[in-house]
């Protein structure tokens, strides 16, 4: 069976204007990406902000080209696919669900636009799937007669979740999906996310700046950074022996509840990444607390392991 998802050395960069005076500058978001997301699975993407995460999941939806590379859903190059055809598989969820929803339509309109985009659907047909899919995401009928500010942030991001699921497509992109909302209604939605995965027999895509919800959800877990994938392993494996500096700080940073610990020291310093900069070398190295003299200049190999991958010169 093929992989849900497959990308194929993917590169994306943006130009940046530089002014009147100052030159353009091209911002690398995405260089040379490449993974496989089985069905049924969860990856999980954690990385800084700016380390192209969310240009990551707008390739995979179709809503930007790739400048090189492939991507494949469900056996089927993405960029060849009828854009109706290409929304039967792969939905999104994107972080804000009040800034996702047309404030002027009602709920029931919004979770059914996707069934009249395609077109051919009996308006009969569509009150009673998108009745059901309200049901099944907790929404009441009466719910859906409102407008989305009238719901509270968990009953706007379960909108969000039956509008992306009202198609039934195989994958579904959630972008931040709970980063948004309190962390008690956190919980409830990434309950109901594990449920309809179970039950629709779905795939994720879960790209979050949160590793405890990470570690929560994904079957396997991506860490990027400046664009590449640095490390990527189970997600039992990674939280507990990660190999590369970076995905090392990135769970030296979780805060923690025991009083007095105050904020951790991950020993990254001052010198923040610039996507329009890349350095030589391991693009870590400027921050990375164990870097040798050859990390400055060698690019390191991507090293393949059992379960995974890795990109470190300092990895054995």
């Known amino acids: 069976m093929s992989p849900a998802i497959e990308v194929r050395d993917v590169r994306r960069t943006f130009r940046v204007r530089g002014g009147l005076m100052a030159p353009d500058r091209h911002v690398v978001a995405v260089d040379g990406v490449s993974f496989e997301v089985p069905s049924g699975g969860v990856l999980g993407v954690v990385g800084e902000s700016g380390c192209g995460k969310s240009t990551l999941a707008r390739l995979i939806l179709g809503l930007l080209e790739p400048e090189s590379g492939d991507i494949l859903v469900d056996g089927q190059h993405a960029l060849s696919m009828d854009r109706r055809a ?28 996707p069934l009249s985009a395609q077109g051919g659907i009996q308006r009969s047909e569509i009150a009673r799937r998108v009745d059901e899919m309200l049901e099944r995401v907790g929404l009441t009928t009466e719910m859906g007669q409102r407008l989305p500010a009238q719901l509270s942030g968990g009953q706007r991001q379960r909108v969000a979740i039956a509008r992306a699921l009202v198609l039934r497509p195989r994958i579904v992109v959630c972008d931040e999906p709970t980063s948004a909302l309190d962390v008690s209604v956190q919980a409830q939605i990434l309950n109901l996310l594990a449920e309809l995965r179970a039950d629709l027999k779905l795939t994720y895509l879960f790209i979050s700046h949160n590793l405890a919800v990470v570690e929560h959800v994904a079957t396997e877990v991506a860490v990027m950074y400046l664009g590449r994938i640095v490390e990527r392993a189970p997600t039992d ?52 607390p164990m870097a040798e003299e050859r990390c400055r200049s060698e690019t390191p190999p991507m090293r393949q392991r059992p379960d995974g991958m890795v990109e470190c010169l300092l990895v054995p």
């Not at 009040?98 to 919004?110: E, G, H, K, Q």
């Not at 022996?241 to 001052?270: F, I, M, N, Q, W």
Request: glycine letters at 8%; one cysteine or more.
């Open 86 to 113: 290409r929304a039967r598989l792969i939905q999104p969820v994107f972080q804000d669900p009040f800034a996702s929803l047309n404030p002027l339509r009602r709920v029931r309109d919004i979770v059914g636009l």
């Open 237 to 288: 494996r990674l939280f507990a022996a990660p190999e590369h500096p970076y995905t090392k700080a990135l769970l030296a940073s979780v805060l923690t509840p025991e009083p007095g610990l105050g904020v951790p020291d991950v020993g990254l310093g001052d010198i923040l990444p610039d996507p329009a900069n890349i350095p030589p070398g391991c693009r870590f190295h400027p921050r990375c």
